[in-house]
């Protein structure tokens, strides 16, 4: 696979050696010696990844196994490696996901893994479960490196790939609302390339009517604002009685995006926001914890029994904390937040005793295993998905992974990837021309305004039925609760437009 990053570089510690030459004579090095000492470093980790100048990451695109130094991937990255060598020459095209496959944050690795497991499963699908539909697809692993760093690098090799002998036909994953990746979609779909976001939910990474900055980009799960309008829809809240906790650190699409829709949600709400500042990396500790504990104080002579929060899940773990540490225990409280919320389940620093203390914390996920079963006292939706979609998924998850490790679903995050697979791959067979082996990198992410009606994708997660500006329209949004032991509840399905779609699945004019 071509790549730059593969290329040899030389150091600056080869420069200043390569200074050294006639030093290196005296002390008596030789030319074997000095040859050695001058050689470029070899800085490649497996075909198509390197670790750039001045990191230990290994960054880049692989599909033959790499595991990006995160062993939890090993197996699912020798599946992904082993189904590709299957594939024929000439007849597959390959769907990369897009993800910062090596970020030491805990929640992100679970994270990862889940999502890469989930496009898998799928992949399994597609190519031997599809009814020997055309073309087959390749499934490579991008990562961004720590913090998204090192995106352009991996994107720009995406790009290179799209042209080249692996037919790149589309971008999955793209899995957090930063400043980064929103970079990086920009990038991908100026170049032509489909993208299909798995949790991206900030508005603003997003086309509408009179914008559309990102071409050819579709995303499989509800944005911020349907999320809070889910939220609304299902909790009925007093906005007197309720009160908007949010961080102010900027330049972060999912906070601000959430914490306006919030704020709209509580226009009639008696009291300012409550205010706080992560760090500039939201997933270290920072000083929030004092902050919070400060804030807990204030809603306590406060009127407030809801409380939404803005903000990233180890802010939200923190103040989860706090509240349970409140001096009004005696009084109740409910948390809500979006989709952040699904790291928590795993989250060991989290203090379950404040789940015992009549606090209640709810979110909006983006997928539940439960959500789909049926189950007493709660019936399954007649439309926006199905029991069989969610049995599917529930087969090939199982057939992707060893019997002795199954996949986590609680979180979501396998489901929605899966789907987001699904996604790109229905595109991909849509846009192929009769006769022809696949399509253009172009014609993909042109079939976005047609995946509606008879032509949805049955998702796992629920229906996918895009707008004209590849969004999901009135997608199913699972409320989820933090039980007393700290797993995750399926509690009842929200809906933003307040009631599940028709059956025809038809979004409305906009604008």
């Known amino acids: 696979m071509p790549n730059a990053l593969s290329r040899r570089v030389r150091t600056p510690r080869q420069k200043l050696v390569a200074s050294l030459v006639t030093a290196s004579v005296v002390l008596g ?163 032509r390339i489909a993208v299909v976001g798995t949790t991206i939910t900030a508005d603003d990474i997003a086309n509408g009517p009179g914008r559309k900055p990102f071409p050819g980009l579709a995303r499989v799960s509800p944005t911020n604002s349907d999320e809070a309008s889910a939220l609304a829809h299902f909790g009925r809240v007093d906005a007197a009685k309720a009160l908007l906790v949010q961080d102010t650190r900027g330049g972060d699409h999912y906070v601000d995006t959430l914490k306006a829709a919030f704020a709209r949600s509580l226009k009639n709400a008696p009291l300012e926001p409550q205010e706080f500042t992560s760090a500039p990396d939201p997933t270290q500790e920072g000083t929030t914890a004092n902050t919070f504990t400060n804030i807990t104080h204030l809603i306590c002579d406060t009127r407030a029994e809801t409380v939404f929060f803005a903000g990233r899940h180890t802010q939200l773990r923190q103040f989860i904390n706090a509240l349970g540490d409140r001096g009004c225990v005696d009084r109740a409280f409910t948390i809500l937040t979006g989709d952040e919320g699904s790291y928590l389940g795993a989250d060991e620093k989290l203090d379950r005793k404040a789940l015992q203390r009549k606090l209640t914390v709810r979110y909006a996920a983006l997928a539940h295993p439960d959500a789909w079963k049926p189950a007493p006292g709660r019936a399954v939706p007649r439309t926006g998905g199905s029991e069989r979609a969610y049995a599917d998924f529930v087969a090939d998850i199982a057939k992707a992974a060893p019997e002795d490790r199954p996949v986590a679903l609680a979180d979501g995050q396998a489901i929605i990837a899966y789907d987001a697979m699904a996604t790109a791959v229905h595109a991909i067979r849509q846009a192929t021309p009769e006769g022809a082996a696949y399509p253009s990198k172009e014609d993909v992410g042109t079939q976005w305004p047609q995946v509606k009606g008879s032509l949805r994708v049955e998702g796992a997660s629920g229906w996918i039925c895009l707008d004209n500006y590849g969004n999901p329209y009135n997608k199913a949004v699972p409320i989820v609760e933090l039980t007393r032991n700290g797993t995750q509840r399926f509690v009842q399905m929200a809906w933003p437009e307040g009631k599940p779609p028709t059956e025809t699945c038809l979004p409305p004019k906009k604008g």
């Open 29 to 191: 090095l030789g030319g074997y010696g000095f040859a050695r000492l001058t050689r470029p470093e070899d800085r490649s980790c497996a075909p198509g990844v390197a670790r750039p100048v001045g990191s230990e990451e290994c960054v880049g695109v692989n599909g033959t196994g790499h595991d990006f130094g995160f062993a939890d991937l090993k197996d699912v990255a020798a599946s992904i490696r082993d189904e590709n060598a299957t594939l024929k020459a000439g007849e597959y095209v390959t769907v990369a996901v897009l993800l910062p496959l090596s970020s030491p944050d805990a929640g992100m690795r679970i994270k990862v893994l889940h999502e890469v497991q989930g496009a898998y499963a799928y992949q399994r699908r597609a190519n031997q479960e599809s009814n020997g539909q055309r073309p087959t697809i390749r499934l490579v692993l991008a990562n961004t490196g720590r913090g998204n760093a090192h995106w352009r690098t991996t994107v720009d090799q995406l790009i290179g790939m799209a042209d080249g002998p692996e037919r790149l036909r589309a971008v999955s994953g793209i899995a957090t609302s930063s400043g980064e990746m929103r970079e990086a979609v920009g990038v991908l779909t100026k170049a």
